[in-house]
């Protein structure tokens, strides 16, 4: 988010490189400064309805993709997918700092820099053997190269697509023929991974994997002990789950099948008896990591550099909202112990943070400024 707010700072007077974005949507509505705000708000709904329509459309057939086992090919395209961002708007995005900047440099050297910049890229996020920062750093920056192409839209076309995204997140995830929740049933089903960028915030370590055979001892001797109450049918699903668990094969989606946090939710499903030890949705892999979807991180980096362009000081608010909004999110994710969407709480607070903010904040602070009351 910092680095869309400073891309936002920085390239917001350069002309060349704030003309409009263009995608599938704006056949339906493209915003323009001489319209009425009944036509902008009512062209950047049509424009959200059919960009969700094509998201939604798309997912689908991700789903279809992945149920035919077409995983290779998931992979190679969000591969090649990635490298067109890291190349193309990536190096467009340079150029406008190469020129505002006055950096010297030829032709010849920024396309093989360019190049070797976009592969590595591209292997260290679909290569699990690179170095665990090195694929954050990627990630983070094809985040920003996204989250900054979506700030070049008109300002009533983002919010409101904003809005729908969020909406959009809710429906996907918790409607039970949401396309976002066919594809978790189906790959935990099958015990396959999502082919999906996800951000981990913490590696794999030898000290995890040790703990986690420790719960797996503990659960041992839970389960020999209550061999008479327990069926053998649960004890081997227990043990299924346990052996994917240790081997770190977790979904890599909005929402993930993780181990418990302590052993005593392990203890209370044993006494409970219940079909399912993992827990869902609590946003924690196997390993401990906390991981978070790629696309939810550019939604709150679009919020973030929208707010931008306006003011600083709703450049603060939004990201305190969002931050809250997480907090939040994870709140209600341990208390449910379900899937739920990172989406909807934080970008509805950050859009009411930024409306208060302009409104209502902006107001107050430049009176008080005003009246030598504030400094």
């Known amino acids: 988010m910092l680095l869309v707010v400073l891309l936002v700072t920085i390239l917001s007077s350069d002309s060349s490189s704030s003309s409009s974005l263009t995608t599938i949507a704006s056949i339906a509505y493209s915003e323009s400064s001489s319209d009425s705000t009944w036509d902008k708000f009512t062209g950047a709904l049509l424009y959200s309805l059919v960009f969700v329509a094509v998201v939604t459309v798309v997912t689908f057939i991700l789903v279809f993709l992945f149920y035919l086992r ?5 992979k190679y395209y969000m591969a090649f997918s990635s490298f067109i961002v890291l190349g193309f708007l990536g190096g467009e ?17 920024f396309g093989i820099i360019l190049f070797n910049f976009s592969v590595v890229g591209v292997m260290a996020v679909f290569m699990s053997k690179m170095a665990i920062f090195v694929t954050q750093g990627y990630l983070v920056i094809i985040g920003m ?20 995204m969020a909406l959009y997140d809710l429906a996907a995830v918790l409607l039970p023929g949401g396309p976002l929740r066919l594809l978790v049933e189906l790959a935990i089903s099958r015990d396959e991974d999502i082919p999906a960028l996800v951000y981990e915030a913490r590696p794999t370590t030898y000290h995890d994997m040790g703990q986690r055979r420790l719960w797996r ?3 041992n001797n839970h389960s020999n002990s209550n061999t008479v109450s327990a069926p053998a049918e649960i004890s081997d699903r227990n043990e299924a789950n346990l052996d994917r668990a240790e081997e770190g094969r977790v979904l890599e989606s909005n929402s993930e099948l993780s181990t418990p946090l302590i052993t005593r939710r392990i203890n209370d499903q044993f006494n409970s008896e219940e079909d399912d030890i993992g827990i869902e949705g ?3 892999g196997s390993s401990g990591a906390i991981k978070l979807g790629l696309g939810d991180f550019i939604f709150y980096s679009v919020l ?15 990201y305190l909202a969002i931050i809250a909004g997480l907090g939040v999110t994870l709140m209600l994710l341990a208390f449910y112990q379900k899937a739920l969407p990172a989406l909807p709480v934080s970008i509805l607070l950050g859009v009411l943070f930024y409306l208060l903010t302009r409104i209502l904040l902006e107001v107050f602070v430049v009176q008080c400024s005003i009246n030598l009351l504030m400094f």
Not at 145 to 163: D, G, K, M, N
Not at 304 to 318: K, L, N
């Open 70 to 74: 077409c995983t290779k090919f998931l």
């Open 93 to 109: 995005i340079t150029l406008f700092l190469i020129r505002d900047f006055n950096i010297p440099i030829d032709c010849l050297s």
């Open 145 to 164: 190269l996204v989250a900054y192409s979506f700030t070049l839209l008109p300002e009533w076309t983002t919010w409101v697509l904003l809005v729908a």
């Open 217 to 219: 001892e503990n659960l």
């Open 282 to 284: 609590i946003g924690l």
């Open 304 to 318: 973030v550099g929208r707010a931008a362009m306006y003011d600083f000081m709703t450049v603060y608010a939004c």
